[in-house]
Antibody
Framework: QVQLVQSGAEVKKPGSSVKVSCMASGGTFNFAVSWVRQAPGQGLEWLGV????????HYSMRFQGRVTISADESRRTAFMELSSLESEDTAVYYCVRDCGAASCSGVSSGDAFDLWGQGTRVTVSS | DIQMTQSPSSLSPSVGDRVTITCRASHSISKWLAWYQQRPGKAPELLIYQASTLQTGVPSRFSASGSGTEFTLTITSLQPGDVATYYCQQYNTYPWTFGQGTKVQIK
């Protein structure tokens, strides 16, 4: 049973960058991965998706130019890098298996965001 | 971007009550809507996809319906473990977008 295991909490200075990893443990890595964040006490916000089988990414325009999503299939790991950090970027960042962006046939009978990582807390503070 | 609007923002029913949450999309999204449950301090979990299909393992007291721009999530008999915030999400058109959430607490 595949799990998405994310890297640990980060504390960053304003203006710096953060890179969060997400490893598919216990299974193959042949599905799309989206990144979603949740600021303290707030709702869910989608940042973007990578579809490794198509070598394609889509980003929210709100983060275009600041976010880079990548994947290393040999390491079964996806990455999300966010630059020019501000205090408003303080949030929990989740990676999710995105069966809406690309079919998960063969790895899941589900759809949409059917598997979530445990979340990575990123704190931006001077 | 497609805007997703949930109502109500919060509610406090009693155990055993029927609960209905509504989600409206600013443009038609056909059946490409999902519902998630987020218990306090936890990551969200998928409840429903393609507007009305129950995710494997989700109790049958959860059901959902709708298409186009109007969708509903129903909990037929609320249980204490259903205390959570519920989010709808469209995955018809990029960027994927979420509703603002509906917080369900027990009276």
């Amino acid at each position: 049973q595949v799990q998405l295991v994310q890297s640990g909490a980060e504390v960053k200075k304003p203006g710096s960058s953060v890179k969060v990893s997400c490893m598919a443990s216990g299974g193959t890595f042949n599905f799309a991965v989206s990144w979603v964040r949740q600021a303290p006490g707030q709702g869910l916000e989608w940042l973007g998706v990578i579809i490794p089988t198509l070598d394609r990414t889509h980003y929210s325009m709100r983060f275009q130019g600041r976010v880079t999503i990548s994947a290393d299939e040999s390491r079964r790991t996806a990455f999300m890098e966010l630059s020019s950090l501000e205090s408003e970027d303080t949030a929990v960042y989740y990676c999710v298996r995105d069966c809406g962006a690309a079919s998960c046939s063969g790895v899941s009978s589900g759809d949409a965001f059917d598997l979530w990582g445990q979340g990575t807390r990123v704190t931006v503070s001077s | 971007d497609i805007q997703m609007t949930q109502s109500p923002s919060s509610l406090s029913p009693s155990v055993g009550d029927r609960v209905t949450i509504t989600c409206r999309a600013s443009h038609s999204i056909s059946k490409w809507l999902a519902w998630y449950q987020q218990r306090p301090g936890k990551a969200p979990e998928l409840l429903i996809y393609q507007a009305s299909t129950l995710q494997t393992g989700v109790p049958s007291r959860f059901s959902a319906s709708g298409s186009g721009t109007e969708f509903t999530l129903t909990i037929t008999s609320l249980q204490p473990g259903d205390v959570a915030t519920y989010y709808c999400q469209q995955y018809n058109t990029y960027p994927w977008t979420f509703g603002q959430g509906t917080k369900v607490q027990i009276k």
